[in-house]
């Protein structure tokens, strides 16, 4: 380790304890989701479970509320609830990475915890590159830097990065987000046999390839994996223009689905499909673990939307990453649920069964709080069902489109929406609150809004509204949150 790395370790270290208590006192510090303990939160990075243990890193910028040279902040956890904030993994401290340790994967091979990530060179002082880089660890905790990997291929802009590595067989992949020179969203492949010497395959898919047409001009955090018999790649495009309820938010999040073929370059494939509807969801990364599951973690925000508005930057820090979840293919689409780890912070529960509202507005006794978690079972809907949150935010359904409803974090006199139709109607939501984030799952995971919301910190109350009469059950638990050595 660099005398460079130290020292940049040491003043990030100096930065937490500088502002503790400033960010210790912020009533909008979440309950179970993680946080940067000073400065920036993004992209989650290197998530894998190694020896048993769940390792999550994240892109963190210490000394700014904004993004720049960014390290890898690092969680560990053995059952996705109890948690260790372990020492920062990687500074940006070598000649290869100077200006950011930018996002990346992880792998196990022979004993040892990989990562692979881009070294990021801005332009400032010379030419502006984006290389992919590796570190290896024998701990899981500190690691040692190897050096540049792979430099950017010809063919394509200085815009490279977040390569995610896996084996098929007995060759190593990985995919790389990019922009070609004609500026056009791509995602990259290359192979290995050693994890050092890669070759460059080529262009997988991307924007005016195969049946896509214009598609972003750049995909960042790409993502392949088999789920359900079929084969996804999770991309974020930015630049779509919205269209309809589609792509709302500055940049998107999404999937493919279809069969991949690596030896060939074949990925044929289903149209763009979002994975949240929400205000803030950007950069998911997914793992298997040791039960098989396929888990996901997003970053809960999305580049160059807002970020300085979040009011949490008063006290020195932005941004939070999801929950866990566990994602499955039902036949026609993922879906995601929150991992059953998740049931170990729950008090007891309070169960309303059959309530009925007709064309009214009311509480619905001890359903309130800010860290809890809802579960709505729909048993009959006529014309229009509401969920009131705080005096803030809300959630409503009518004529089979689910609508949700925020101040707008710029300007705060009007309302912004986030919405997705429901072909088959609602039949069940599930909602993860916490103190300024919310999570909801619609019909069993088939559809997903992820969202900070800035309530008044101490409103608590809840309000269900119905147009018509709808009648339903649910179930509350107040949640203990995470706990953290």
């Given at each position: 380790m660099?005398?460079?790395?130290l020292?940049?370790?040491?003043?990030?270290?100096?930065e937490?304890?500088?502002?503790k208590?400033t960010v210790a006192?912020?009533?909008?510090r979440?309950?179970?989701?993680?946080?940067?303990p000073v400065?920036l939160?993004?992209d989650?990075?290197?998530l894998?479970?190694?020896?048993g243990v769940?390792?999550?890193?994240?892109q963190?910028?210490?000394?700014?509320?904004?993004?720049?040279a960014k390290?890898w902040?690092?969680?560990?956890?053995e059952?996705?609830?109890n948690?260790?904030?372990?020492k920062?993994a990687?500074?940006?401290?070598d000649?290869f990475d100077?200006?950011?340790?930018?996002s990346?994967?992880?792998?196990s091979?022979?004993g040892?915890?990989?990562?692979?990530?881009?070294?990021?060179?801005d332009?400032?002082?010379?030419?502006?590159q984006?290389n992919?880089?590796?570190?290896v660890?024998?701990?899981g905790?500190?690691?040692e830097?190897?050096g540049?990997l792979?430099e950017?291929?010809?063919?394509?802009?200085?815009?490279f990065r977040?390569p995610?590595?896996?084996?098929?067989?007995?060759?190593?992949?990985m995919?790389v987000?990019a922009q070609?020179?004609?500026?056009?969203?791509?995602?990259?492949?290359?192979?290995?046999?050693d994890?050092?010497?890669w070759?460059?395959?080529?262009?997988?898919?991307?924007?005016?390839?195969g049946?896509?047409?214009?598609?972003?001009f750049?995909?960042e955090c790409?993502?392949?994996?088999?789920?359900?018999?079929?084969?996804?790649?999770?991309?974020c495009?930015?630049?779509?223009?919205s269209?309809g309820?589609?792509?709302a938010n500055?940049y998107q999040?999404?999937?493919f689905?279809?069969?991949m073929?690596?030896?060939?370059?074949?990925?044929?494939?289903s149209?763009f499909r979002?994975?949240?509807r929400g205000?803030?969801?950007?950069?998911?990364?997914?793992?298997?673990?040791?039960?098989?599951?396929?888990i996901l973690?997003?970053w809960m925000?999305?580049?160059?939307?807002?970020e300085?508005?979040?009011?949490?930057?008063?006290?020195?820090w932005?941004?939070c990453?999801?929950?866990?979840?566990?994602?499955t293919?039902?036949?026609?689409?993922?879906?995601?649920?929150p991992?059953?780890?998740?049931?170990?912070?729950?008090?007891?529960?309070?169960?309303?069964s059959?309530?009925t509202i007709?064309n009214?507005?009311?509480?619905?006794?001890g359903?309130?709080?800010r860290?809890?978690?809802?579960?709505?079972?729909i048993?009959q809907?006529?014309?229009?069902?509401?969920?009131?949150l705080?005096?803030y935010?809300?959630?409503?359904?009518?004529?089979?489109?689910?609508?949700?409803?925020?101040?707008?974090?710029?300007?705060?006199?009007?309302t912004?929406?986030?919405r997705?139709g429901?072909g088959?109607?609602?039949?069940?939501?599930r909602?993860?609150?916490?103190r300024?984030?919310l999570?909801?799952?619609v019909?069993?995971?088939?559809?997903?809004?992820?969202?900070?919301?800035f309530?008044?910190?101490?409103?608590?109350?809840?309000?269900?509204?119905s147009?018509?009469?709808t009648?339903?059950s649910?179930?509350?638990?107040?949640?203990?949150?995470?706990q953290y050595e």
């Amino acid at each position: 380790m660099s005398e460079r790395d130290l020292e940049l370790k040491s003043l990030a270290e100096q930065e937490i304890e500088k502002h503790k208590e400033t960010v210790a006192t912020d009533p909008y510090r979440l309950n179970y989701h993680h946080m940067p303990p000073v400065g920036l939160m993004n992209d989650p990075n290197g998530l894998i479970q190694w020896r048993g243990v769940y390792h999550l890193f994240y892109q963190w910028m210490p000394f700014d509320t904004t993004h720049g040279a960014k390290f890898w902040g690092h969680y560990t956890s053995e059952n996705l609830v109890n948690w260790k904030h372990e020492k920062i993994a990687l500074a940006p401290s070598d000649t290869f990475d100077r200006d950011g340790v930018y996002s990346g994967s992880a792998i196990s091979h022979e004993g040892r915890l990989y990562l692979f990530y881009t070294g990021n060179l801005d332009g400032k002082n010379g030419p502006e590159q984006e290389n992919q880089c590796l570190a290896v660890s024998e701990d899981g905790v500190t690691f040692e830097k190897k050096g540049v990997l792979i430099e950017t291929p010809e063919g394509y802009t200085a815009h490279f990065r977040d390569p995610k590595v896996w084996k098929q067989g007995d060759i190593w992949y990985m995919v790389v987000g990019a922009q070609s020179e004609d500026h056009q969203g791509k995602a990259v492949m290359f192979s290995s046999h050693d994890l050092h010497n890669w070759e460059h395959l080529g262009t997988i898919a991307g924007s005016k390839e195969g049946r896509n047409g214009e598609l972003g001009f750049m995909w960042e955090c790409p993502d392949i994996f088999e789920l359900g018999g079929k084969d996804i790649l999770m991309v974020c495009p930015q630049g779509l223009e919205s269209d309809g309820m589609n792509y709302a938010n500055t940049y998107q999040s999404g999937y493919f689905a279809g069969e991949m073929n690596e030896h060939n370059l074949q990925f044929n494939h289903s149209e763009f499909r979002e994975l949240d509807r929400g205000f803030e969801f950007y950069a998911p990364q997914t793992t298997v673990d040791e039960k098989g599951r396929r888990i996901l973690f997003g970053w809960m925000g999305v580049p160059e939307q807002y970020e300085q508005e979040h009011p949490t930057i008063e006290k020195h820090w932005v941004h939070c990453m999801t929950i866990p979840r566990e994602l499955t293919w039902n036949g026609e689409k993922i879906t995601q649920t929150p991992v059953e780890e998740l049931s170990a912070m729950r008090g007891p529960v309070l169960l309303h069964s059959s309530v009925t509202i007709e064309n009214d507005q009311k509480a619905i006794r001890g359903i309130q709080g800010r860290s809890i978690e809802l579960n709505i079972e729909i048993d009959q809907l006529n014309e229009m069902f509401a969920i009131e949150l705080f005096q803030y935010a809300s959630l409503s359904y009518k004529d089979r489109i689910l609508t949700l409803s925020r101040p707008h974090l710029e300007e705060r006199s009007k309302t912004e929406f986030r919405r997705v139709g429901l072909g088959e109607g609602l039949r069940n939501i599930r909602l993860f609150i916490d103190r300024s984030s919310l999570e909801v799952f619609v019909n069993d995971g088939e559809e997903v809004f992820t969202s900070r919301i800035f309530p008044q910190p101490e409103e608590e109350h809840i309000l269900f509204t119905s147009l018509g009469s709808t009648t339903f059950s649910i179930e509350k638990w107040d949640l203990n949150g995470y706990q953290y050595e």
